[in-house]
């Protein structure tokens, strides 16, 4: 079995993603892992260079500014780079997603595991969205629990938006890849950097989704959906990650807005039923 992982990054450094931690966190249970570096206005293809691993490919590209239709140019920008991997897998990490070094053996198994099974396409990950400080993660049928970053590279795969991929069975329509669960979470810390950096994303990247920046003011959040973390963060993070005590509080006068009122009853539909209504890019099978 070859294992490729890959992604896509431009200007992680001013936008304050931890990139070299994403990279390194996989490293060790990847035969190859494909960087598209976007051309930008920082020094992160450099920082890349300096990653003391045989194991990275770097490729460069242009992005379309002139495609500003939901976020498709960041859809390019992923298969530009999964287009270049060559393993059995591929393994999407994206800049602010990171994988716990205890968890690395269960992930190559449950690749070994699957590899020769043709009803499964994909590996799906539950998340942690670490919001605020690192004591903190949202918990809403809002933010996506789980999602497919493994894919089966023989497959016939794209992705609109970069998110999530679909499966070309025709040339007509795509349909969510049929998946399995690694029983592993990935961590998810884009939204623990400053908020400063937070909006100098907002004012780079939103015109691609063909819209305005938006104002980033972490303390606007519904405090219901914010849960306290008890696990321990991967150790390559302990540096990167700003110290903290208790779990993240909102700004008590904030008004959730009726996309979020929905997201409460949802939640408590959840509770009543057992069951669990946040969107999923995939079918699960058995």
Not at 156 to 185: C, E, M, Q
Not at 205 to 227: C, E, F, H, L, N
């Amino acid at each position: 079995m070859k294992v490729s992982a890959f992604t896509f990054i431009r200007n992680g450094q001013i936008l304050g993603y931890p990139f070299v931690q994403s990279i390194e966190s996989v490293l060790p249970i990847v035969d190859e892992f494909v960087v598209n570096v976007g051309f930008g206005e920082d020094d992160t293809l450099e920082v890349i260079q300096s990653i003391d691993s045989p194991k990275i490919r770097i490729i460069q590209s242009s992005w379309n500014d002139n495609m500003q239709d939901r976020g498709y140019v960041y859809g390019q920008q992923k298969m530009i780079a999964q287009f270049n991997c060559t393993g059995d897998w591929a393994f999407y990490v994206e800049g602010d997603e990171i994988y716990h070094e205890e968890d690395l053996e269960k992930i190559r198994f449950s690749m070994e595991q699957n590899l020769s099974d043709p009803e499964v396409e994909s590996l799906v990950f539950d998340f942690y969205h670490f919001y605020g400080n690192k004591n903190s993660y949202l918990d809403s049928p809002g933010w996506y629990r789980s999602e497919a970053r493994i894919i089966k590279n023989s497959l016939r795969s794209y992705a609109p938006d970069g998110l999530f991929w679909l499966i070309l069975d025709s040339n007509k329509r795509g349909r969510y890849p049929r998946a399995k669960h690694t029983g592993v979470h990935c961590y998810h810390y884009g939204w623990v950097r400053s908020e400063e950096q937070m909006n100098l994303k907002s004012e780079k990247v939103q015109k691609y989704w063909g819209g305005s920046p938006a104002k980033i003011d972490y303390s606007q959040m519904d405090q219901t959906i914010i849960k306290e973390f008890t696990g321990t963060h991967p150790k390559n993070m302990q540096d990167w990650l700003p110290e903290a005590s208790g779990i993240y509080l909102t700004d008590s006068n904030y008004k959730p807005s009726n996309k979020q009122r929905k997201h409460q009853l949802m939640l408590k539909v959840e509770r009543v039923l057992g069951i669990e209504l946040s969107k999923k890019h995939y079918t699960l099978v058995s």
